[in-house]
């Protein structure tokens, strides 16, 4: 992943963070109340609904020893305000709430640990790795008689420079089953889409890009896929990708390259 593609992923994972106990229900809601932002929002760009969370894009530094790679650095703040709270304490660690499993009452301090739990899950997707670097909270702010509190959590990730769709590997075929490895770091990624199984009549090794292949099976959401395989044809397998990950959204945008470990050459 390169930091955009970063940056949607822990936005997506962040808009699925849920409440352990309860009704476990969504920790920042339905409507909209993660988004990718720079710099610091003013008093009236600030969400009317609370808690809310920003994912912000800092600094990169190009590895030294790797070209194409950065560490990339990501400030995810996550925001809560709760009524009745004359120190701002409840909105720090939390006030009464009739479901432990609702965003009622909930403090910044509640938010910050579900998104680190959620954070450490990136690691393995895609091969990208994650440090936390730091996570603090900050003093409450009266605002309109109300204190708003704001927790950032940072952290690095590995990326590299350009775009990146991870490829499926090990490709083996018994019988007529195709299976392959892909669970984590391609269906793993919140732009997923599907597989796809092609191949080339022509050349003596697999070809890397789709446009020299012919398509014969798609599958959605698992890495199997049941074709005869025909004698003569290198066969490969692709991952496709919505680059902007959106809900309900199954145009193709963006393939994996054809890795020699997701080929095979029939003779």
């Known amino acids: 992943m390169n930091p955009e593609q970063a940056a949607r992923e822990i936005k997506a994972r962040m808009e699925a963070i849920t409440w352990p106990a309860g ?8 409507n909209g109340r993660v988004k990718i932002y720079a710099g610091s929002p003013t008093e009236d760009q600030i969400p009317n609904a609370f808690p809310f969370c ?12 790797q070209h ?5 650095q990501f400030t995810v703040t996550a925001a809560a305000l709760v009524a009745g709270d004359p120190m701002g304490e409840f909105a720090v660690s939390g006030g009464g709430t009739a479901d432990v499993g609702s ?8 938010l910050a640990e579900r998104i680190r739990n959620s954070l450490k899950d990136v690691i393995g997707v895609d091969g990208v790795k994650i440090r936390m670097n730091l996570s603090s909270t900050e003093t409450p702010v009266n605002l309109s ?85 025909v004698p003569g044809r290198r066969y490969a397998i692709f991952a496709e990708y919505n ?20 080929a095979m050459v029939l003779q």
Not at 243 to 262: L, M, P, Q, W, Y
Request: with cysteine; hydrophobic share 30%; charged share 20%.
């Open 23 to 30: 009704t476990q229900s969504l920790v920042f809601g339905s």
């Open 54 to 65: 920003l994912v912000g894009i800092n600094s990169g530094t190009p590895d030294p020893e």
């Open 68 to 72: 194409g790679f950065l560490s990339q």
């Open 103 to 110: 965003s009622a009452g909930k403090g910044v301090m509640e």
């Open 145 to 229: 008689g109300r204190h708003l509190v704001t927790n950032d959590t940072i952290v690095t990730m590995r990326c590299t420079s350009d775009l990146y769709y991870a490829p499926p590997q090990q490709l083996k075929l018994t019988g007529s089953t195709w299976t392959w490895q892909g669970a984590d770091h391609c269906r793993g990624r919140h732009d997923f889409v599907s597989y796809a199984l092609a191949y080339v009549t022509s050349g003596t090794d697999p070809a890397a890009d789709w446009a020299d292949h012919t398509q014969v099976e798609t599958s959605v959401a698992t890495e199997t896929i049941n074709h005869t395989a």
């Open 243 to 262: 680059r902007h990950g959106k809900s309900g959204e199954t145009a193709i945008v963006g393939r994996s390259r054809g890795d020699r470990v997701g």
